[in-house]
């Protein structure tokens, strides 16, 4: 069994290749940087094990959930709180302290949501290698956890960020299926502000240690390995060359299918269920009046599909994912505000001049296989208005 010690070097090389991996969802990459950045002030300087399920520990899936917006500005107190209170409440409902957790998904915040958690209890909690996606994802029904047989959702702990747990605004909810976990908890999350932490799918002897089986191995470790490739880089990588480092990384496709274009325009909302939708135009010129060739990406946290002006059919629909890299900066990121601010000026409404590449990354086996999430994906396309065949993997 392969074993990790990740101290805070390594959290910023998963944060970094996670940025990439996650479909423009996952959390702010920059918030990231800022919440390591804070971890190091306070003095940590320790290590976290990260290895695979061992089938014998008390486990759950740990996660920030909402609007990467609402969530703008986070801090490491408020991912430590959340995490903190949550874990209570998860804890007092199955009478099992959590010995290890595993991220609901890849992305900057939500792939460093449980190292910070055993970050703040040195030696009695531990990190699961690997997710429920290989990508980010908009809800929880689009996760390998959703059709594990094994795994109840339920129950599934909320609580907000306060720094005394018996302050905290929190919720315990039971249902039988991701899909109407994911609209309790929508409602919930919306209540308190946005977002909050969230606890669910809990593994213990009363189903079985049922995470086994349940989760896509290894994504922790890939997401280091290509956050060690982009963080080493003396010049930013050719958008091929980080295409072709994710296949060998991940086993995946991994194609260049926009290269260094531009962020000409934005529009994004929140929505009630606490998703931020949006559309998000690329073109190969600064300025859109003179584009020849331009791509709109429409997204619901994460991208969801994207299309070319010069083709009718799409140029790439989820699960697959539509990543984003940039040769300016030899980095990815995300769909949050203060990430996309690099790229595109809100004030004037024009692209900073920063070049944006778009990697398309077929979907990870696993994920495609599970029941339910096609239909799941497929529903979340139709409410952008897509209603066309699904891809075969």
């Not at 520990?57 to 209170?85: E, F, Y």
């Not at 496709?253 to 949006?278: C, E, K, M, P």
């Not at 990354?361 to 699904?390: H, K, N, R």
């Amino acid at each position: 069994m392969l074993s990790y010690s990740y101290g805070i070097a390594d959290f910023r090389s998963i944060a970094t290749g996670a940025a990439l991996l996650a479909s423009g969802g996952g959390g702010s990459y920059l918030d990231a940087l800022a919440i390591l950045q804070q971890l190091a002030d306070s003095g940590w300087s320790e290590s976290v094990t990260v290895k695979p399920y061992d089938g014998s520990s008390n486990a759950c899936v740990l996660a920030m959930m909402g609007s990467p917006d609402a969530g703008d500005k986070l801090t490491l107190a408020d991912i430590q709180h959340s995490m903190v209170n949550t874990l209570v409440v998860l804890q007092a409902s199955t009478g099992c302290t959590v010995s290890c957790a595993i991220p609901v998904e890849i992305g900057a915040i939500n792939s460093l949501v449980p190292l910070l958690a055993a970050a703040m209890t040195p030696g009695s909690m531990w990190v699961v290698d690997g997710d429920g996606a290989g990508r980010a994802v908009p809800e929880l029904p689009q996760t390998t956890f959703s059709g594990s047989s094994t795994l109840p959702v339920s129950p599934c702990a909320l609580a907000t960020d306060v720094a005394n747990p018996s302050d905290a605004e929190s919720a315990l909810l039971s249902t039988s299926t991701a899909a109407k976990m994911e609209s309790l908890a929508g409602g919930v999350v919306g209540g308190f502000g946005g977002f909050s932490g969230i606890a669910l799918w809990p593994s213990n002897p009363s189903n079985g240690y049922g995470l086994t089986g349940s989760y896509i191995p290894g994504t922790l470790t890939q997401a280091w390995t290509l956050g060690q490739f982009l963080l080493a880089a003396t010049t930013p990588p050719a958008t091929a060359d980080v295409a072709a480092q994710i296949t060998q990384i991940t086993g995946r496709s991994a194609t260049a299918v926009v290269t260094n274009f531009y962020i000409t325009a934005i529009t994004q909302a929140t929505t009630t269920a606490s998703l931020d939708a949006g559309v998000i135009r690329l073109d190969n010129t600064p300025d859109p009046a003179d584009s020849t060739q331009t791509y709109t990406i429409y997204n619901m946290n994460e991208n969801l599909i994207m299309y070319s002006n010069q083709s009718a059919a799409p140029s790439t629909v989820a699960p697959d994912s539509i990543c984003y890299y940039s040769e300016s900066t030899g980095l990815g990121f995300s769909n949050a505000s203060d990430d996309l601010a690099v790229y595109f000026d809100a004030s004037t409404g024009k692209s900073t001049g920063k070049m944006v590449s778009i990697v398309q990354i077929s979907t990870a086996p696993m994920l495609y296989a599970t029941p339910g999430v096609l239909a799941s994906f497929a529903a979340l396309l139709g409410s952008v208005g897509y209603a066309g065949a699904m891809p075969t993997n």
